[in-house]
């Protein structure tokens, strides 16, 4: 294990229509890349960097998000984390790129269900019908008080990334949503 994820949750809050988990450990980078250095660097790694703002590449045990013209978050398994790290040494030496380990200041929690567009707008206000935020959308948003990101992953699932010391206030929230619910 990379890190303790120190988040007292059930393995999952479930009701009928609605269950909430803690997801498991994951790696988490934040990469920037100049616009202009964009094809090189997908051709010169093979990862493929989304080049429109709120899409999503989901390949087996990675996703990476586009959250800004120059900004991606990087989730993977961490059985991928010593191969990332070789492919950001290679893009380092090459281009001019930020690349930060996140993977200590993010928690994940899944939100699956009927009721997961419900549960979610709850607390953000965000047109999520699958017109307006079709599957594999990303976007920076806040629920509640606390700054996430939103990724719509199928029809009645998505996932929100937070800092973990949003963690113990998103639990509780999400723990009231499904005793509503159930």
Same mark, same amino acid.
């Given at each position: 294990?990379?890190?303790?994820?120190?988040?007292?949750?059930?393995? *999952?809050?479930?009701?009928?229509?609605?269950?909430?988990?803690?997801?498991?450990?994951?790696?988490?980078? *934040?990469?920037?890349?100049?616009?202009?250095?964009?094809? $090189? @660097?997908?051709?010169?790694?093979?990862?493929?960097?989304?080049?429109?703002?709120?899409?999503?590449?989901?390949? @087996?045990?990675?996703?990476?998000?586009?959250?800004?013209?120059?900004?991606?978050?990087?989730?993977?398994?961490?059985?991928? $984390? $010593?191969?990332?790290?070789?492919?950001?040494?290679?893009?380092?030496?090459?281009?001019?790129?930020?690349?930060?380990?996140?993977?200590?200041?993010?928690?994940?929690?899944?939100?699956?269900?009927?009721?997961?567009?419900? $549960?979610?707008?709850?607390?953000?206000?965000?047109?999520?019908?699958?017109?307006?935020?079709?599957?594999?959308?990303?976007?920076?948003?806040?629920?509640?008080?606390?700054?996430?990101?939103?990724?719509?992953?199928?029809?009645?699932?998505?996932?929100?990334?937070?800092?973990?010391?949003?963690?113990?206030?998103?639990?509780?929230?999400?723990?009231?949503?499904?005793?509503?619910?159930?």
């Amino acid at each position: 294990m990379l890190f303790d994820q120190a988040l007292d949750i059930p393995e *999952s809050l479930t009701s009928d229509d609605l269950t909430i988990t803690l997801l498991p450990e994951r790696v988490r980078h *934040s990469v920037r890349i100049k616009k202009a250095d964009l094809a $090189a @660097v997908k051709k010169h790694s093979g990862l493929k960097f989304p080049s429109k703002i709120g899409k999503t590449d989901i390949t @087996v045990g990675r996703s990476i998000l586009c959250l800004g013209p120059d900004e991606w978050l990087i989730i993977a398994d961490p059985k991928q $984390a $010593a191969t990332l790290t070789q492919t950001f040494a290679k893009i380092e030496k090459d281009y001019v790129v930020s690349i930060t380990d996140v993977s200590h200041r993010n928690i994940g929690f899944g939100i699956m269900g009927v009721n997961a567009v419900k $549960a979610i707008n709850v607390g953000c206000s965000l047109d999520l019908s699958l017109g307006a935020f079709p599957i594999g959308k990303t976007t920076r948003t806040v629920f509640e008080s606390a700054s996430i990101v939103l990724t719509r992953t199928s029809e009645t699932e998505f996932t929100i990334e937070c800092w973990r010391s949003f963690a113990p206030y998103l639990r509780d929230f999400f723990t009231r949503i499904v005793q509503t619910h159930g």
